[in-house]
């Protein structure tokens, strides 16, 4: 099972180093990880997702809480919460094929941000499975390159994690 | 300096924590990381952004080639990139506040993913500098909380890293 995590942090050098480090000391494996700032620039926020059972995210929890660096972390369930990634797609693409990738692309709501003669780079957001339908749909071009950030989540309405 | 890299690396435990321990035990200071996969599932890219002058950033990539499961690593400049950063940003808002806040989101092509009768939610999608732009107008209102993926790019053309 996957798990969230919104894990605030001190905005210092070496933080993410003991996370990742506690992370794969113990073996648990991070499908994705994003960091960034906050609202309050000494505070960073690493989003990560995480397998396993609800034990397993027991004790990653605890460990976590037990880095000086770590301030909180909150397991954010799916159900209640906006889930986003933001993926760029770089797809081969001649004259003829344009106007296809760019239908593709906005039912999708995905914006085109790079065009070249033999090339068309797309931007999406969205969950994980928006992202993968849509890299599945150009992939009957060829993608020639893809980077995805790592999802992102903030609980709905006013309530903070 | 800031300097983008994107950083190809095999996708197995361990590498995380070994990319980002090679930079906090020298102390370069990483400002932005987002891992995710890519168009093939056997490989992950991180985008690390990184402060240094030219020597360092010769180290830094120097190092990273060092370890085993990093594939390879590029430096990408600014000129020739498509960089983008989503944020999700909750911001206090009443009913009397809402339309002055959608009109904001829509100046910035941004995206109201939840609303509550408290707060309003907002994803952007960007550079820094228009992320930067649109938390600063929101701030006004009271931001509750705000999520960042780090920066993700491109190069333009249908050339690879």
């Known amino acids: 099972m ?9 905005n210092k050098s ?5 996370v990742a480090s506690l992370f794969s000391r ?9 960091v960034g700032v906050t609202e309050d620039p000494e505070i960073s926020r690493m989003t ?11 004790q990653v929890t605890k460990q976590l ?15 209640d919460a906006v889930e986003r990634e933001l993926a760029l797609i770089k797809v081969s693409a001649d004259v003829t094929e ?4 760019i239908q593709i692309a906005n039912i999708f709501r ?9 090339s068309i780079t797309v931007e999406v957001t969205g969950d994980e499975s928006k992202i993968n339908a849509i890299e599945k749909l150009l992939r009957q071009f060829g993608i020639k390159e ?15 994690v």
Chains 1, 2 share one sequence.
């Open 48 to 58: 990560i997702v995480v397998q396993g059972n609800d034990q397993v995210l027991e």
């Open 98 to 101: 344009r106007a296809e990738i």
């Open 110 to 118: 995905a914006r085109i941000v790079d065009v070249a003669p033999k």
């Open 2 to 10: 996957k798990h969230t995590l919104a894990v605030l942090v001190e």
């Open 65 to 79: 809480n037990k880095l000086v660096d770590v301030i909180k972390v909150s397991d954010i369930g799916a159900d």
């Open 26 to 34: 113990r073996g648990y494996n991070i499908d994705s990880l994003a």
């Open 146 to 160: 893809m980077v995805r950030t790592g999802k992102i989540a903030l609980i709905r309405g006013p309530k903070k």
């Open 14 to 18: 070496g933080v993410l180093s003991r």
